[in-house]
């Protein structure tokens, strides 16, 4: 295992567990809002750090330069399109979910009923 | 020990295409379903550079170059069209 690889296996690491929390968060949440941070989680960070991991392990130089243009310009699309998608949503008035009165029993201070 | 990296990769990729179709199929709200195209095509996209990188194919990743910007334009009309549809919620 030379140093590459190691580095390369930290990364696709990071990217299998970052991907696997977010697709967890997207089934899990219960709020078209929260199902989005989970969202973007998995669709930017798993998808950038799988993106290190390749540039990592490009065998040639020809590929690297491509795989850093890619990620420059996946850079721009990932964040705007989950931008986009919040404000469209958020514009439209999509009710923000509240946790109901019975699942208050976490918060410790009294709440007055 | 670096194609069997690349090779988990493509797999772990695959899933989480799966898993965001099955998103995309269930997803109550528009909102959600344009969540998971938007996740869709960025894994898609991982998807393409992890092969191209595994294959030392370089077409692949023009490929995926030209797949991100297009998906992304094409992201924008779908969002934008998706615009009104979203606050009703009920129906795609």
């Known amino acids: 295992m030379s140093v590459r690889e190691w580095f390369a296996l930290i990364a696709f690491a990071s990217s ?97 009923t | 020990m670096t194609s069997l990296l690349l090779h988990y990769m493509q797999w772990f990729l695959i899933i989480c295409a799966v898993v965001c179709i099955i998103r995309l199929l269930v997803g109550p709200t528009a909102a959600d379903r344009l969540v998971a195209l938007n996740i869709l095509s960025g894994v898609a996209l991982a998807f393409l550079v992890v092969r191209g990188v595994a294959q030392e194919r370089v077409l692949y990743l023009d490929v995926a170059l030209v797949y991100d910007i297009f998906g992304f334009l094409g992201f924008l009309a779908i969002a934008r069209f998706l615009k009104d549809k979203i606050s009703d919620g009920e129906e795609m």
């Open chain 1, 16 to 112: 299998v567990l970052f991907g696997s929390a977010g697709l967890v968060g997207m089934f899990r949440f219960p709020d078209p809002y929260s199902r989005m941070q989970a969202g973007g989680l998995c669709g930017t960070t798993a998808v950038f750090s799988a993106f290190i991991g390749a540039l990592i392990l490009a065998p040639n130089a020809a590929i690297a330069a491509r795989v850093v243009v890619i990620m420059v310009f996946f850079l721009v699309s990932a964040p705007t399109g989950s931008y986009i998608v919040a404000r469209f949503t958020w514009q439209s008035g999509t009710p923000v979910w509240k946790p109901l009165a019975k699942t208050k029993r976490l918060s410790r201070k009294k709440e007055p």
